[in-house]
């Protein structure tokens, strides 16, 4: 499925799954060099935030599987990407460092996952929102395959709602597309809408995250309530 973009001024960018997927099957060998520094903190925070929900988690965009070793042992690890190339680095590492706690490694779309509903204690999703075609579909699936009371921990680049940095944002979008991310699409409001519609998840934090302040750590609850409605 392919989303079109348009920007202010008419021009229409699309964004399909077969552009993300040859992006980062580009960014496999480099991948670590280039963001495994620079997303750190992040990371180790988003981790931490998992810790403490505890139980078995999906990573969904676990990439090179950077994250992998630092997740604590008892926690019970299933990753999932859109590409093969990520994937098999990813699996090399587990090997290599021996991560008994990590069940499985599978290419899948995160619009459409392969699990049943209410799976996982915990969905993390680290700088993948604004990197698939259809944000709204994958939360979607996110939020179906959590179960009440679990945890969706985000990692993410939230754009700006309005001013100079908007304007930024949208003259970027045609330059960083091929490299298949996103700078404009995904304002607050529209994770406010997302979760206004939802009517089982609930934020529990958003905290700036570095580098610059434009990421930001979203944790949101699935309610027990509105789940068994």
């Not at 495994?36 to 988003?46: P, Q, Y």
């Amino acid at each position: 499925m392919t989303e079109i973009l348009k920007l202010d001024d008419g021009e229409q960018l699309d964004f399909d799954r077969a552009t993300v997927e040859q992006a980062y099957d580009r960014w496999a060998p480099v991948y670590d060099f280039v963001f495994g520094g620079v997303f750190s903190k992040g990371r180790k925070a988003a981790i931490q935030a998992t810790g403490r929900v505890g139980g078995r988690v999906l990573e969904v965009g676990v990439g090179t599987g950077i994250s992998l070793p630092q997740y604590a042992p008892h926690l019970r690890i299933f990753g999932t990407d859109i590409s093969e190339a990520m994937l098999r680095k990813a699996k090399r590492r587990v090997k290599a460092l021996g991560l008994k706690n990590v069940e499985d490694l599978a290419v899948m779309d995160a619009e459409k996952l392969e699990f049943p509903d209410n799976s996982f204690d915990v969905v993390m999703a680290q700088y993948v929102v604004t990197a698939v075609p259809n944000p709204e579909a994958a939360l979607d699936e996110f939020s179906r395959v959590l179960r009440p009371g679990g945890e969706l921990i985000i990692l993410t680049r939230i754009s700006a709602d309005a001013g100079l940095r908007r304007f930024i944002e949208r003259r970027l979008q045609p330059v960083v597309r091929p490299l298949g991310f996103r700078t404009a699409e995904f304002t607050w409001s529209r994770y406010a809408q997302w979760l206004a519609t939802t009517g089982a998840m609930g934020l529990v934090e958003n905290r700036p995250i570095p580098p610059l302040g434009h990421f930001s750590l979203l944790r949101i609850r699935k309610t027990a309530i509105a789940a068994a409605a």
